[in-house]
């Protein structure tokens, strides 16, 4: 009952060809993302551009919005 079938060799390492394909492979998709990534990193930053950046202070507000108290 302890006979491991030959079509299973998980002790086996991978040929080095392919661990270099694989490892190319990764790196093309790493950068392909990086761009799209960078964008909603700036469209991020776009919409916290509101009011709400000067919600720690009560003078900042009462001056961009023209309120007189």
Known sequence: MDVIPADRDYASAPDPAVVDCVLCENEALRKEILQPRQQVEELTMRQQFGIHRFAGSDRD????????Q
Do not use: V
């Not at 009462?62 to 309120?67: E, G, L, V």
């Open 61 to 68: 507000i009462r001056f961009f919005t023209n309120s007189k």
